[in-house]
């Protein structure tokens, strides 16, 4: 395993910047995942470590080793990518032993790393199969398996299960965790998938144009995001961002939304610390789905438009204050349209509407 550390990196296409002086540090034997939508740089940043790409300012570093300027041969890395990449003329077991060939290793050791790989990813019956017999989850994890062969430290993952169908996309990320967990190598795992990051990740790196708006543990980037884009989106049903005004209301701190007769005042909650709530500052009042639940006077009433029933869960569509509105609800209570339901916030996040930073302190 190895660390691998960012200073300064940046890559322009022309006079087209995509990566503005990344900074990021990952811990080796760490699980990263860089996330965030298309065209915000994820792919370029791994295309970059994995050196397929030049870097146009900055360092790479494997541990203390600088391989900026290395091409990927000389780097010791794994690759997975989003398509698979199998030889299709050579059965399974040829296919994972073929880089293993060209390094001309010992025939003994290929045919060692080819079962060991095989028994790990449950491939012993397909070894003599061709990849046009196999399904989408055994193709992929064929793909998984030549990269273990390879003994890396540093495995790199370019949306590996984007693919294949929601049912096997949760059962290889099961397995590819797994993996991870067993071999001990490092692995960099770029998604757009949100829920693929916060289930994968000991670290997770939030892109958006070309900038990381945020790292950390999941957990902490799910309950404490720097900004309103973090805070919309990372987290399923997406976070509900309504505009506001900072107001007065007698000696209470409120946030005014909406207008005229549709207009709703959320109170602060108590023993909530956030900066700069001076009145009339312009802002945006941030609710997780989750974050409610059914209680009578709560602060918010929602008249369900339409209901999702997930089994354990319902999410129930609406608008509050004339902006669009989801409430996560418990499934085992029946939510009609047309139903108002008494709502009260277990969390509220505020962030600045100009620069979109988070305002808790």
């Given at each position: 395993m190895v660390s691998v550390t960012l200073r300064g990196v940046s890559k322009s296409f022309g006079e087209t910047k995509v990566l503005h002086r990344i900074d990021a540090e990952i811990p080796s034997g760490a699980f990263a995942v860089l996330v965030g939508p298309s065209g915000c740089g994820k792919s370029t940043l791994l295309r970059l470590i994995a050196g397929l790409e030049e870097v146009t300012t900055g360092t790479i570093l494997f541990g203390d080793r600088d391989v900026t300027a290395l091409p990927p041969r000389d780097r010791d890395i794994a690759m997975v990518f989003q398509s698979y990449a199998l030889y299709p003329h050579m059965t399974v077991r040829d296919n994972l032993a073929f880089g293993l060939k060209l390094r001309k290793e010992d025939a003994k050791v290929i045919e060692e790393r080819v079962a060991e790989a095989a028994r790990m990813l449950g491939l012993e019956k397909l070894l003599d199969r061709h990849p046009r017999a196999l399904s989408g989850g055994q193709r992929?994890?064929?793909?998984?398996?030549?990269?273990?062969?390879?003994?890396?430290?540093?495995?790199?993952?370019d949306e590996p299960l984007s693919n294949l169908d929601p049912a096997l996309r949760n059962q290889v990320r099961v397995d590819i965790r797994r993996l991870h967990d067993q071999l001990g190598a490092t692995s960099i795992y770029v998604t757009h998938d949100q829920v693929e990051a916060m289930t994968l990740a000991d670290r997770l790196f939030v892109l958006e144009g070309g900038h990381v708006q945020q790292d950390g543990a999941p957990l902490q980037i799910y309950q404490r995001p720097a900004n309103r884009f973090v805070a919309g989106f990372v987290g399923s049903p997406a976070m509900n961002l309504l505009e506001g005004t900072v107001a007065r209301d007698g000696d209470r701190t409120v946030i005014r939304l909406g207008q005229g007769d549709g207009q709703l005042r959320l109170a602060v909650p108590d023993g909530a610390r956030y900066e700069g709530l001076d009145e009339g500052r312009a802002v945006t009042a941030g609710i997780r789905p989750h974050d409610l639940r059914p209680e009578a006077d709560g602060a918010l009433v929602l008249t369900a438009e339409l209901v999702e029933t997930l089994g354990p869960d319902a999410h129930v569509h609406g608008m509050i204050a004339g902006q669009p509105f989801v409430a996560c609800l418990p499934g085992a209570r029946p939510v009609a349209r047309d139903e108002a339901i008494s709502l009260a916030i277990t969390n509220l996040h505020l962030f600045d509407a100009g620069s979109g930073d988070s305002l808790r302190a």
């Open positions: 992929q994890r064929v793909a998984m398996g030549r990269a273990i062969v390879r003994r890396s430290k540093l495995f790199l993952f």
